[in-house]
């Protein structure tokens, strides 16, 4: 009978020390926490049949300000961290085709509702979205899965080779209070 409470105590001990999870998301699949100001998220239309799959990825009638200058690809190995990046010009327009990321973003605009927050959406080849990355807010991409992640990419502005749009810090900087983990590796 000891040995019966002293599990019992154990067990209340640890839920005592427990934090229970809040929600993050509706039981439709929205987020539940606010995003950075200036982000969109917009689920994307995908119609199936015996062929296959066609999944809208831009269109005009969507309501985006800017029209589409550019486009191009991209992907990231599994485990791996893209950025922390920031565009100055352009915003970057995203959807995922393959694998699993999180998008990170750290707002330093001192003008935004969300300053110094940090805000993480996945973006997952199940639940294909478009995403959009405001002027001046940091941000980096996270391999989550198991298989290198395919991004399409329709940046406001076409690439600048002559003056890059594109300011980097490392991922392990102490100047975003965000960390990807022990053994993060990417640039």
């Known amino acids: 009978m000891a040995g019966k409470m002293d599990q019992a105590h154990h067990f209340n001990q640890l839920l005592e020390a427990a934090a229970q999870d809040r929600p ?14 200036g982000v969109v998220i917009r689920p994307l239309t995908t119609h199936s049949d015996a062929r296959g799959t066609v999944t809208e990825l831009m269109d005009e009638r969507w309501g985006y300000p800017d029209a589409i200058r550019s486009s191009y690809t991209f992907t990231i190995r599994p485990g791996v961290v893209k950025g922390w990046n920031l565009h100055r010009r352009h915003q970057d327009r995203y959807t995922l085709l393959t694998g699993e990321i999180e998008l990170v973003l750290y707002d330093t605009r ?5 300053f110094g927050q940090i805000c993480k959406v996945v973006l997952s080849e199940h639940r294909r979205v478009l995403v959009n990355v405001p002027v001046d807010v940091w ?13 399409v990419n329709f940046p406001t502005e076409p690439y600048d080779y002559a003056n890059p749009d594109k300011y980097r810090l490392p991922i392990d900087t102490d100047l975003i209070p965000y960390s990807f983990g022990p053994g993060a590796t990417g640039w």
Request: glycine share 6%; charged share 15%.
């Open 139 to 151: 941000h980096a991409d996270h391999n989550i899965g198991s298989r290198d992640a395919t991004i």
């Open 110 to 114: 001192p003008a935004s509702p969300t």
């Open 24 to 37: 993050t998301v509706s039981n439709s699949g929205d987020l539940l926490r606010p995003l950075t100001h």
